[in-house]
Each structure stands twice: as structure tokens, then as C-alpha cells.
């Protein structure tokens, strides 16, 4: 399966927002909120994708690979819940902690085009090729 990069810069663009409310806020419902965005895009369900392709209307000049991206949300998933453990447990550091990551990993996606966990894929499967 292919996929659009604008969109998933797009889709970068709001967790970063989502994810700097999270931590201004410290809204666990929020956080929630997006965890559930990761799980879905898990699935190719993206609904910020859907946003995108409710704006955007020209085709894109290049696809990529869905599988990196999709090893980023479930990345982003991990840290989502761990954060979450945090806000419900009160374990404040990790509450932070684990959000805070999931910002900045986005955020360098949406700023920079750069995909921390699409890198991980992909060292990954350098590393364990069977896996491939």
C-alpha cells in the first residue's frame, strides 16, 4: 500500500497540536483522544488523513511505502498510553515524559519532513532482514 507524504505531514501538523494542548493542559482525555487517532491510522484509517483528503484535491507528485509510517503511529500509540498511565496513575514524569516524546517526534515530522519512527523501521529491518 502507498501513501501520500503530505498527508502525513498533515497528519503530524495536528498531533503536534493535539500533543502541546496535552501537555498545557494536561488533558488525559485528550491524549486518549489521540491514541485512538494512532490505533485507527494503525488500520489505514487515519482520520486526520480523511481531513487531508477533504482539502486537498490534487493528486500527490510521489507515494511512499505505508509500512514506516504506520511503525511511527504504533510508536506513537506506545508512548500515547504510556503517558496516559502517567495522567491516571499521577506519575507526573512519565505523564509528561512519554507526551512529550510523542511531541517532538511529531513535531519533526511536521516541521521537517523527518519521521523518527519511519527511521526506526527502517533500521529495524536492516538489522533483522528475515523480518522483512
Do not use: H
Not at 42 to 60: D, N, Q
Request: proline share 7%; glycine share 8%.
Amino acid at each position: 500500500m502507498q501513501v501520500d507524504p503530505r498527508a502525513l505531514r498533515f497528519s503530524a501538523a495536528l498531533t503536534t497540536v493535539v500533543l502541546a494542548l496535552v501537555l498545557v493542559t494536561g488533558s488525559a482525555w485528550l491524549l486518549a483522544a489521540q491514541a485512538v487517532v494512532f490505533a485507527l491510522s494503525l488500520f489505514g484509517a487515519s482520520p486526520y488523513g480523511m481531513i487531508f483528503k477533504g482539502i486537498v484535491k490534487s493528486p500527490p507528485p510521489e507515494l511512499e511505502d505505508a509500512a514506516p509510517p504506520r511503525f511511527a503511529q504504533a510508536v506513537g500509540l506506545v508512548f500515547a498510553l504510556a503517558g496516559l498511565v502517567g495522567y491516571v496513575t499521577q506519575i507526573t514524569p512519565l505523564a509528561l515524559g512519554a507526551t512529550a516524546a510523542a511531541l517532538f517526534a511529531a513535531f519533526l515530522n511536521a516541521a521537517f519532513g523527518f519521521c523518527l519512527g519511519c527511521e526506526m523501521f527502517l533500521i529495524i529491518r536492516r538489522i533483522f532482514p528475515a523480518a522483512n
